[in-house]
């Protein structure tokens, strides 16, 4: 570990430490499939780390087993001081205060039947808040995603793909948490759209002084939004740094093919450019399974 790894480490809001998470393999008596093969990495509170690589890699899987959503082989996660890889149901309810999600496809994380009000009302309600309290609190997270009022009594079909996923971060803003897991949250929109979404966490961000973990496979995105960058493959971390300088000078050859990989405006260019970053890294490993994320 670096100094500056070191520093990161001790200020650390969210801490993962050697995680080791496995899948079935496919058939009765296939062996499991190791997804995650002793991952590390630390957020500060405030920070943003974008976590890069391609499908496959393993990355959605780490927010997924922060988040307890997927079991832990080994390894620990400790968040603001506490592990919580072995957390139960009513600790993990607990938690939702503080660690929150906002998933990749706009169009199926919200319930249908329920109206945009309800949808935001409904994590406050069950954390104790009174029905007045919660209007309230609704009223003030659509202001905060740039909604009107009346998208309230509105039901998501009523939306567009940008404006559902607005719905969808004023939800996990909805009790304050201090670090939201963002899972691909623009890979499903338009490229002005997405911009706009951006910005717009970027700007919760500066005023509330939450912290992101930002998985995507886009490095644009990762320069646009990150303060630090790990990058994943094959279920490892391969390198860490900040965002600027990993996306300008790349060390590991991995994070070269990815920078190489990103579309560019010619097509011969683009094309010289994947040949070489498939020099680099070789053929994806036989064992690579998408449910890995």
Not at 3 to 29: H, I, N, Q, Y
Not at 197 to 225: C, K, N, P, W
Not at 258 to 287: C, M, N, T, W, Y
């Amino acid at each position: 570990m670096t100094p500056t790894e070191a520093t990161v480490a001790e200020d650390a809001l969210l801490s993962v430490r050697d995680l080791r998470v496995s899948f079935p393999g496919k058939g009765r008596r296939a062996p499991r499939a190791e997804v995650l093969k002793g991952v590390s990495l630390d957020i500060r509170p405030g920070e943003t780390l974008g976590l890069v690589g391609e499908s496959g890699s393993g990355k959605t899987t780490i927010g997924r087993a922060v988040l307890g959503l997927v079991p832990v082989d080994s390894g620990t996660v400790t968040f603001a001081g506490e592990r919580i890889d072995r957390a139960g149901r009513a600790r993990r309810r607990e938690l939702g205060r503080d660690l929150q999600v906002v998933f990749q496809d706009p169009y199926t994380s919200l319930n249908p039947s329920l109206t945009v009000g309800d949808t935001l009302a409904e994590p406050l309600l069950g954390h104790g808040m009174s029905a007045k309290q919660a209007r309230d609190r609704v009223g003030d997270l659509l202001a905060r995603v740039h909604l009107p009022a009346d998208a309230a009594a509105r039901l998501p079909r009523e939306f567009s793909g940008g404006q559902r996923q607005r719905v969808a971060i004023a939800r996990a803003l909805a009790l304050r948490p201090r670090l939201v897991i963002c899972d691909e949250p623009v890979s499903a929109l338009d490229l002005t759209t997405r911009r706009t979404v951006l910005d717009l966490f970027l700007e919760i961000q500066e005023e509330t002084g939450v912290a992101y973990l930002f998985v995507t496979h886009d490095l644009s995105v990762v320069r646009f939004m990150s303060h630090r960058v790990a990058v994943i493959h094959h279920g490892n971390i391969v390198e860490t740094g900040d965002a600027r300088a990993l996306t300008t000078e790349p060390r590991h050859d991995y994070t070269r093919a990815l920078l190489l990989s990103a579309p560019v405006a010619d097509v011969d260019r683009q094309r010289r450019r994947r040949e070489a970053a498939r020099r680099l890294v070789g053929p994806p490993a036989a064992d690579e399974r998408p449910a890995g994320g």
